[in-house]
T-cell receptor, first 114, second 113 residues
Framework: KAGVTQTPRYLIKTRGQQVTLSCSPI?????VSWYQQTPGQGLQFLFE???????NKGNFPGRFSGRQFSNSRSEMNVSTLELGDSALYLCASSATGPRFSPLHFGNGTRLTVT | GESVGLHLPTLSVQEGDNSIINCAYSNSASDYFIWYKQESGKGPQFIID?????DKRQGQRVTVLLNKTVKHLSLQIAATQPGDSAVYFCAENYGGSQGNLIFGKGTKLSVKP
């Protein structure tokens, strides 16, 4: 089975721009979660989608949004980029969600905001 | 590869020795726990999970121990190999509507050949 695929692997953007990151989950997995990873804050939860519905959301500003398509693929969008948004963005999929089902992560998208 | 954490606790072991990585979790209501391994330039890789109705679970060369009384989780790696060098994260889940995983800060394991 192919793993979680995230594109692109690297992105460089300028402050004020917006960015869209893409995630293809493991085949058959209906839950997709997004995390932000930084050296200072570690792994922080952004949101989780299941069957095209956002089920859970972390404590990030409204500039961070996401969606899930009928084929379970997911995108996240960050608008009005700030320097502090520079991070590794990780997508993870699971069969039913984080409750008693392990998340399987992709290798992330490295976003640099200049 | 990118750094996954500054000033991470570091455990240095000799190849062939056993490793024990410890984690103190935060929420007494947490009932599901996972250990992940993250190598440089990669995403976290699932190692093993355990539910709160168990206190021990074994996998291939790994054992997870759960002590709910003191909110402590440990990962034991038998016969540690250079390929085990990575940052290890514990994660907990305490439910809610569907819950989400709360990750610890990580421990860097360095294996000396």
């Amino acid at each position: 089975k192919a793993g979680v695929t995230q594109t692109p692997r690297y992105l460089i953007k300028t402050r004020g721009q917006q960015v869209t990151l893409s995630c293809s989950p493991i085949s058959g997995h209906r839950s997709v979660s997004w995390y932000q990873q930084t050296p200072g804050q570690g792994l922080q939860f952004l949101f989780e989608y299941f069957s095209e519905t956002q089920r859970n959301k972390g404590n990030f500003p409204g500039r961070f949004s996401g969606r899930q398509f009928s084929n379970s693929r997911s995108e996240m969008n960050v608008s009005t980029l700030e320097l502090g948004d520079s991070a590794l963005y990780l997508c993870a999929s699971s069969a039913t969600g984080p409750r008693f089902s392990p998340l399987h992560f992709g290798n992330g998208t490295r976003l640099t905001v200049t | 590869g990118e750094s996954v954490g500054l000033h991470l606790p570091t455990l240095s072991v000799q190849e062939g020795d056993n490793s024990i990585i410890n984690c103190a979790y935060s929420n007494s209501a947490s009932d599901y726990f996972i250990w992940y391994k993250q190598e440089s330039g990669k995403g976290p890789q699932f190692i093993i999970d355990i539910r709160s109705n168990m206190d021990k679970r074994q996998g291939q060369r790994v054992t997870v121990l759960l002590n709910k009384t003191v909110k402590h989780l440990s990962l034991q790696i038998a016969a540690t190999q250079p390929g085990d060098s990575a940052v290890y994260f514990c994660a907990e889940n305490y439910g809610g509507s569907q819950g989400n995983l709360i990750f610890g800060k990580g421990t860097k394991l360095s294996v000396k050949p």
